[in-house]
């Protein structure tokens, strides 16, 4: 039975767990049209700014904007400046409310269908974080604002992804654990601090540090060789042949091949050599009118792209100065150079993906072809370019443009570079909405996922405290990042904020006030149900004792009155066994007597010998016999007479 009891208690905690753990898990966005509660993503764009150190163009003046960078020529690091790339930083959070048609009622629960025309009569509204209700509106502390005081509002406002909300009352700015610390969040914190020289900065979505030259890793600590890792190419063996670049020899680098797997490598390359000059990454250079190269970071470094010519219809054809393809010679054309394109560019493009994959050359550039003979066709060496997932030379192109050819066969060409950057930042679909709960409760969430038009580079989450955890009273900060190969960030950002039971916090979630306020019911039932539990096991106890007393004084009553009449001559008692006589007094086996009854044979003491005491020992009188002699019945009966006639 009690095991029945004991499963069916267990029974019911996992029942009331699973019951309590609904709430937690609550995606955004998502409508509950058991409760009446929508949520819905809000989503935060603006742009932040990365710093990084490279050839000065001018001569630096601040001290404060000198750095150093690795010379590849020399292997060497030199003087350079601090140069910036913006990138697209989007923060995806949660905002709750009731459902179209819904209003809370005064425990903030969504259970009250609107009536418009009810409306400006409404004196019950609720109002949140301690605001007060007066005819039907809120009226705010300060540091919040909205109808029903649910936005806090922190003056200056919160900095480095720190969020603004209320606690104790007040409105406070709650920063990224262990990486932003002060009123604002504007202090960045490296625990346990930048080693090597590195120092700690502002990061894009964190705090970070950035390393002198040779060290590397999330603090600094690890030691590395000049140079970058080069773009793999090759698949490579797929087992490690390395783990850091100190078991490399010379100047190669432990890096990642096309399998993944480290390898030993020589550094990538940072320029190419043509004509023993150096050219940088990227840098398009024409050999002739027909072939162009283009600088990349490969062991090939130049990839070089030789225009086709069009088939022509005349009979004969020549070749003309500064032109990559022969034209008709059988007719007379008129004196110009023909067909030419209006605006070719002269320098590297650079176009963004949007939510695509790729870019369209001839939507993005749209050239066009000038000739007094009419319109020409531009055909394109490439139409459609997909950017890769990297940040790397293999997203930089060379794209050749030809005009269809006129008459005489003359034809308009074009050779560009085109650089294609990702502007778009990965996109959370879901994202947790905010948890409140108390302190000896577990929380829980499930797990936001991100998506990238080119893909995702890195994903982390940043807080102090593990999902399915308890987590301390306060509220924090969980981010989940992810990061694509341009270095765009997406954030997905909510609070956890937990309180004590009982707390009498006015910026309490509504719900938690009612748990809190069902609780305290609970509390206030359950100690009144054990305080009379307490009396009436009590007074059990009681009633239990006096029984128990007055049986025992009964029994012992009846043990009294049944003594009165016993006689007990427990000198002379043995134990008798059949067939056994009894010991001798004088032997250690026998009956114990006084030292002075015991005597060296087996003949019992003369009774005039004995002490009157101890036959009067318990209130029994045996007179004292002076003779050893058989006595007559007859006379011992009258002496009983005489002695109890005596007595009266």
């Known amino acids: 039975m009690a095991k029945q009891i004991i499963m069916i208690i267990v029974i019911v905690c996992i029942l009331l767990v699973l019951a309590e753990s609904k709430r937690y898990h609550r995606r955004c966005p998502s409508r509950d049209d058991e409760h009446h509660v929508c949520r819905y993503l809000e ?81 019950d509204i609720v109002c949140e974080n301690g605001g007060s209700s007066d005819n039907g509106h809120c009226s705010c502390p300060d540091g919040f604002v909205g109808k029903h005081c649910e936005t806090p509002v922190c003056t200056p406002q919160c900095l480095n992804n720190g969020v603004c909300t209320g606690r104790d009352g007040k409105t406070v700015c709650v920063c990224s654990e262990g990486r932003f610390t002060g009123k604002q969040c504007e202090t960045p914190v490296c625990d346990p601090g930048c080693q090597n020289g590195g120092s700690c900065v502002v990061g894009t979505y964190g705090s970070l540090c950035t390393c002198v030259p040779g060290f590397e890793g999330k603090f600094c600590e690890k030691r590395i060789k000049d140079g970058k890792c080069p773009v793999p190419t090759d698949a490579g063996l797929c087992v490690n042949a390395c783990r850091a670049d100190s078991e490399c020899q010379n100047k190669q680098k432990c890096c990642k091949n096309s399998c993944g797997s480290l390898q030993c490598m020589a550094p990538a390359l940072t320029e190419c050599t043509y004509k023993d000059k150096q050219y940088p990454i990227g840098f398009l250079r024409k050999n002739d009118s027909c072939t162009s190269c283009l600088c990349k970071d ?20 020549k070749i003309t100065p500064n032109a990559c393809c022969p034209v008709c010679d059988d007719t007379h054309p008129p004196s110009g150079n023909g067909p030419s394109f209006r605006h070719c560019p002269k320098e590297k493009l650079v176009i963004h993906t949007h939510e695509e994959s790729f870019i369209d050359i001839r939507k993005s ?25 990297c940040s790397c030379s293999k ?98 950002r909510f609070l956890v904020a937990i309180y004590k039971r009982g707390t009498s916090d006015p910026t309490m979630p509504s719900e938690l006030k009612k748990e809190n306020r069902d609780n305290n019911k ?55 066994t059949s067939g056994t006589p009894p010991p001798s007094y004088g032997k250690a086996g026998g009956m114990k007597l006084p030292p002075e009854y015991i ?50």
Request: some cysteine; hydrophobic content about 30%; proline content about 3%.
């Open 43 to 123: 989503k935060k764009t603006y742009q932040a700014t990365l710093q990084f150190c490279g050839k000065c163009q001018e001569t630096a003046v601040d001290y404060s904007q000198i750095c150093h960078y690795l010379d590849f020529k020399t292997w060497w690091f030199e003087q350079g400046c601090r140069n910036y790339k913006t990138v697209d930083v989007t923060v995806l959070f949660c905002i709750e409310k009731c459902c179209d048609g819904w209003t809370r009622d005064e425990d903030g629960q969504c259970s009250i269908e609107d009536d418009d025309d009810d409306d400006d009569d409404d004196d």
């Open 298 to 317: 490969t062991p090939n470094q130049w990839d070089c792209v030789t225009m086709g010519c069009p088939a022509l219809t005349c009979d004969k054809t």
């Open 365 to 389: 550039v749209n050239l066009t072809v000038v000739d007094s003979s009419g319109v020409f066709q531009v055909r394109y060496s490439k139409e459609i370019i997909k950017a890769v997932s």
């Open 395 to 492: 997203n930089i192109h060379i794209v050749t443009a030809q005009s269809k050819p006129d008459i005489y066969g003359r034809i308009a060409s074009c050779h560009f570079s085109v650089h294609v950057l990702d502007n778009h930042p990965p996109i959370y679909s879901s994202c947790p909405a905010d948890i409140a709960a108390f302190e000896d409760e577990i929380i829980s969430w499930d797990k936001p996922k991100a998506t990238d038009n080119i893909g995702i580079k890195s994903e982390k989450i940043i807080s102090d405290y593990e999902n399915n955890s308890k987590f301390p009273e306060g509220t924090h900060v969980v981010m989940y990042v992810s990061v694509d190969h341009e270095g765009n960030v997406g954030v997905c």
């Open 522 to 576: 609970m509390n206030i039932t359950l100690s009144v149900v054990g305080l009379l539990a307490g009396v009436v096991l009590l007074i059990v106890v009681v009633l239990c004792a006096l029984y128990c007393r007055r049986m025992k004084k009964r029994r012992n009553e009846q043990t009294t009155g049944s003594d009165s009449y016993a006689y007990n001559n427990e000198i002379y008692a043995t134990t008798h």
């Open 599 to 648: 005597t060296g044979d087996d003949q019992p003491p003369m009774y005039e010998e004995l002490d009157v005491k101890v036959f009067s020992k318990r209130g029994i009188h045996n007179p004292v016999y002076d003779t050893s002699v058989d006595l007559d019945v007859a006379d011992i009966e009258v002496q009983v007479q005489k002695e109890e006639c005596h007595k009266d």
